[in-house]
C-alpha cells in the first residue's frame, strides 16, 4: 500500500501536468530530513509557513491603508490569503503542484516591513545596497527562522517580486497572482475609503473588464488560464495585459501616491528612520560594526505597525514619573500606627 505521502506522490505523477513541479522531485533542502509519512515535501513547507511567528506578524502589518479602524481594509496577512487564494485556483486548473503554489504564497511577503511599501522605501533609502522585501522574505524562512524549505519554495518567494525570472511554473502563476490580488482589492480598499468611486476607473477599462469587480477579477483569472494551458510559461494575453497595466497605473497615480491614503506616510516614515538611527548608535558598542546594519535591518522589517508605533513611543515621547507600587499610600498608614 505505502504510506499516505507515497500515494500522494503516484496522484502527483498521474494526474499533474508534465510542466509541474513534482514534490518527489525536489532540489531538496539545505539539511536533510526524514521524509514525512503524511505529508508531501511542500504540504510541509505551506505547513512551516503557516506556524512561523513571521506569518502571524502579517495580521499587523500595512497593505496600504496604514492601522485602519475600520475592520475590513486588507492588512498583509489578508492580502497573502487573497494571493493564495488566488494562486491556488490558477495553479488547479492547469494541473499545476497546487501545494507548491500555496506554499510560495504565503511565504512571499514574511520580509515584508511595517507601514507597508513606506517602511520599505525609508528601509532601501537608509541601508547600504538598498532593501527590498523578497530578499528579506528569503531571509526570514533561510536564517532568522531557519524553515529549512525545499529550493523551488524559496525561489518562488524570491521571485515573486515582478522582473525577476522563476524556475518553476508555480511561481510564475504567484507572480501574476500578486499583482490580480493587489490591484484588485486595493479598489475595493479604496472605495471603501471614499478615496474613488468605482465610476471613476478608466472607461476603457470598465468597458473591457466591466464595472463589477468580481467579473473583472474573474476575467484576469481566466485569462491567464486560457493563455497558459499546456505550457511551460504562465502568461495573459496582450490585450488583458494592457488593460491590467493601465488599470495598475491608474492606482499609481490616484491611490498609491499623493492620496488621502498616503497623508500618514511622512509620519511613519520618520519612525522607521528614527527607529533606525537610534538602534543603530545603540548596537555601536554591543556588537561587531560589520554586523549592526543587519541587525537593525532585521528588527525592524520584522516589526509590526503597532509594534514600531510603541517603540518609537518608548524611546522619544516624554512619560510621566509613575510610582514603582500605587499602594504606597497603604504603606505610609502602616508605618505612622507601628
Known amino acids: ?70 475592520d475590513h481594509f486588507r492588512t498583509r496577512l489578508t492580502h497573502t490569503l487573497e494571493v493564495s487564494q488566488i494562486a491556488r485556483t490558477i495553479s488547479r486548473a492547469l494541473a499545476l503542484n497546487e501545494d507548491l503554489t500555496e506554499a510560495i504564497s ?29 530578499e528579506q522574505s528569503v531571509r526570514v524562512v533561510e536564517v532568522i527562522e531557519d524553515l529549512n524549505l525545499c529550493q523551488e519554495t524559496i525561489d518562488g518567494i524570491y521571485t515573486h517580486s515582478w522582473g525577476l525570472e522563476p524556475t518553476t511554473c508555480e511561481a510564475q502563476v504567484v507572480q501574476f497572482a500578486d499583482k490580480i490580488a493587489y490591484i484588485n482589492h486595493d479598489i475595493d480598499d479604496s472605495v471603501r475609503a471614499g478615496i474613488i468611486a468605482e465610476e471613476d476607473l478608466p472607461s476603457e477599462c470598465k468597458e473591457y473588464f466591466t464595472s463589477d469587480k468580481n467579473k473583472r477579477l474573474s476575467k484576469m483569472i481566466n485569462d491567464i488560464i486560457t493563455n497558459s ?14 488593460y491590467t497595466t493601465l488599470l495598475r497605473e491608474w492606482m499609481f497615480k490616484n491611490v498609491y501616491v499623493d492620496s488621502p491614503a498616503k497623508l500618514e506616510e511622512k509620519k511613519t516614515a520618520r519612525i522607521v528612520c528614527e527607529l533606525y538611527k537610534y538602534y543603530t548608535e545603540f548596537l555601536e558598542n554591543q556588537v561587531d560594526k560589520e554586523n549592526i546594519e543587519r541587525i537593525v535591518i532585521d528588527y525592524i522589517s520584522g516589526m509590526t505597525d503597532q509594534y514600531a508605533i510603541e517603540k518609537f513611543k518608548e524611546l522619544f515621547i516624554p512619560n510621566p514619573i509613575q510610582a514603582l507600587n500605587k499602594d504606597d499610600a497603604i504603606f505610609r498608614l502602616i508605618k505612622r500606627y507601628n
Open 1 to 70: 500500500m505505502g504510506t499516505i505521502r507515497e500515494r500522494l506522490e503516484q496522484l502527483e505523477a498521474a494526474n499533474l501536468s508534465k510542466y509541474a513541479t513534482k514534490s518527489y522531485e525536489t532540489k531538496g533542502r539545505k539539511r536533510p530530513v526524514e521524509e514525512c509519512t503524511i505529508r508531501t515535501n511542500f504540504q510541509r513547507d505551506r505547513d512551516r509557513i503557516i506556524h512561523s511567528k513571521s506569518f502571524r506578524r502579517l495580521k499587523h502589518k500595512t497593505q496600504v491603508f496604514l492601522a485602519p479602524f475600520d
Open 106 to 134: 504565503l511565504g512571499h511577503d514574511l520580509g515584508h516591513t511595517p507601514f507597508g511599501h513606506c517602511g520599505e522605501g525609508v528601509l532601501n533609502q537608509l541601508v547600504k545596497g538598498g532593501f527590498r522585501h523578497n
Open 229 to 242: 494551458v499546456d505550457s511551460p510559461k504562465i502568461s495573459m494575453s496582450s490585450e488583458c495585459w494592457h
